[in-house]
């Protein structure tokens, strides 16, 4: 069965109006007035043996970093030609649960939507969905680490990574995106997305435009300065001279959701992701920009700052992100070296 690009899209934007919005309950986390808040993000790592190796010397360093309180990891846990198996996923999970510190975790393609190839294992990808949610998520609404957070999680639609939380006064959102036009790039040996991978698609779309709508809705409820978005997916990407609506036509009813959303919020709207690989800070949607016309949003979006962080073979640092609700721009960052 082939389902044309402009019926998925159609049909992904029906399910979003269609949906019911669930109440969205804040997540039992700390709001620290006007006191400063520090996390720390990575992404797209470890990549190859010789990452694998020294990935405890990176856990360790952001232990030891006394600023840090949280750590995210925006997916992307192996590169895009190594075997998708229990066997890795049990190791990482094993290293994910050395972080002294809540981590929040965001799938990234690597890990299920590219393990169709056959450098990968030749898997069924949501097969290989299925496991990371059983091996990374056993406790929904808890966060991993040796000191585990609550958080609020959409398990209940069965998507048990997509977390919201909220820290110094600022709502936080992890929602699952991923790169291969959200896992719509066809499977090995096809040429358009099978039915089940298409509906996996529409449903986890579905929530987490619901999840990012709720999410605005609350920080607006509770004044919050700045909302946060963690995913691994760049929506954006720079070395694209013109991008190719084939290639992010899955992106559109999101990136419509979060300019939406934005558009109507008073403060700051920051989008972390990986993905790409290399750092970049922008405001994708701002007036001029390329991304409006393909995406299909009307207005330019001014508050809207995206920040990819560095990830790969070649990365060499992770970035530590400072919350100043006395700021105006409530987020500052820096990207801190990898000890040698």
């Excluded at 890990?111 to 949501?126: I, V």
Aim: aromatic share 8%; proline share 6%; with cysteine.
């Amino acid at each position: 069965m082939r389902i044309r690009r402009a019926s998925l899209v159609s049909a992904c934007v029906a399910l979003v109006v269609a949906s019911v919005g669930l109440p969205s309950a804040t997540a039992t986390s700390a709001r620290h007035g006007d006191e400063t808040y520090t996390f720390a993000v990575i992404g797209d790592i470890p990549y190859g043996p010789t990452q694998i190796a020294d990935f405890p010397h990176v856990v360790q360093q952001i232990n030891d970093d006394p600023k840090v309180k949280l750590v995210s990891h925006l997916g992307d846990i192996k590169d895009g030609s190594s075997l998708c198996t229990d066997e890795y996923f049990g190791q990482v999970k094993k290293e994910f649960d050395n972080f002294a510190d809540p981590l929040v975790y965001t799938i990234g393609d690597n890990e299920w939507t590219d393990c169709h190839r056959a450098n990968n294992g030749g898997y069924n990808p949501l097969d290989r969905l299925a496991k990371v949610r059983s091996v990374f998520f056993p406790t929904p609404g808890q966060t991993l680490g040796r000191h585990p957070a609550k958080v609020t999680t959409q398990a209940a639609q069965g998507v048990p990574e997509n977390v919201t939380f909220t820290r110094a006064n600022v709502a936080f959102a992890a929602v699952h995106i991923v790169g291969s036009n959200n896992s719509l790039a066809p499977w090995t040996g096809k040429t358009a997305p099978t039915p089940e991978q298409s509906a996996e698609v529409l449903t986890r779309t579905a929530a987490g435009i619901q999840e990012i709508r709720d999410t605005f809705a609350q920080a607006r409820r509770d004044h919050n300065r700045a909302v946060v978005l963690l995913t691994q997916a760049d929506m954006f990407t720079p070395t694209d001279g013109i991008p190719s609506y084939a290639d992010y036509f899955a992106f559109q009813p999101i990136v419509q959701a979060i300019a939406q959303e934005s558009a109507t919020f008073r403060g700051p709207v920051y989008l972390l992701n990986g993905d790409s690989h290399v750092y970049n800070s922008d405001q994708p949607l701002a007036a001029g920009s390329k991304w409006l016309s393909l995406y299909g949003v009307a207005k330019p979006v001014t508050n809207l700052t995206r920040v990819t962080v560095d990830g790969s073979t070649g990365v060499d640092n992770y970035l530590r992100v400072t919350i100043d609700p006395r700021d105006r721009n409530v987020l500052s960052w820096t990207r801190v070296p990898f000890a040698s």
